[in-house]
């Protein structure tokens, strides 16, 4: 009885083995004839960090750390990228424009044995909008003087809108 027992289970063994094998079973994945439906959603940015006590109708710069400041002296731009002792003009008007000086990471050989180096810049931000109950610049373009002539860096100043 007992040698019929261990046949069965070893026969039993065997079947499961091959129908895994072979793709069957519950261990096997069929495809799916009906593709699961999904709806679309929209993307909805994160709100901005606004300050406490802001002036109505102030306008907005966001960096990459989601700060919204006027007229800010300092910006972070990039993730290597710093504009500091910015001085501004035409703020809050459609095209405003700031001097000031980049300081960069140069990543070379890599960023930790990289070294850091400043430059003159000019930041320029438009296309005001508004939106999360504020007015923020949406777009920028910095511009730095190297030994080797101007170049624009790309700019990551968020818009939230």
């Known amino acids: 009885m007992q040698r019929s027992v261990s046949r069965f289970a070893a026969a039993t063994a065997a079947v499961i083995a091959l129908a895994a094998l072979s793709g069957c079973g519950p261990g096997a994945s069929a495809p799916d004839p009906t593709p699961v439906s999904s709806v679309p959603t929209e993307h909805k940015p994160a709100p901005p960090i606004l300050p406490a006590h802001h002036p109505p109708g102030a306008i907005f710069v966001l960096d990459l750390t989601d700060r919204a400041t006027v007229q800010p002296a300092m910006v972070d731009f990039a993730l290597h990228g710093t504009l500091e002792r910015i001085q501004w003009s035409n703020w809050g008007a459609a095209v405003a424009g700031?001097?000031?000086?980049?300081?960069?990471?140069?990543?070379?050989?890599?960023?930790?044995?990289?070294?850091?180096?400043?430059?003159?810049?000019?930041?320029?931000?438009?296309?005001?909008?508004?939106?999360?109950?504020?007015?923020?610049?949406?777009?920028?373009?910095?511009?730095?003087?190297?030994?080797?002539?101007?170049?624009?860096?790309?700019?990551?100043?968020?818009?939230?809108?």
Not at 120 to 128: G, N
Not at 139 to 146: G, K, L, P, W
């Open 98 to 161: 700031g001097r000031g000086t980049a300081l960069l990471r140069i990543c070379t050989p890599d960023c930790v044995d990289g070294h850091t180096a400043s430059y003159p810049a000019t930041v320029t931000l438009s296309h005001r909008a508004s939106c999360f109950g504020a007015h923020f610049y949406g777009d920028s373009s910095i511009v730095i003087d190297t030994a080797r002539g101007r170049e624009t860096l790309a700019s990551f100043i968020r818009n939230p809108c």
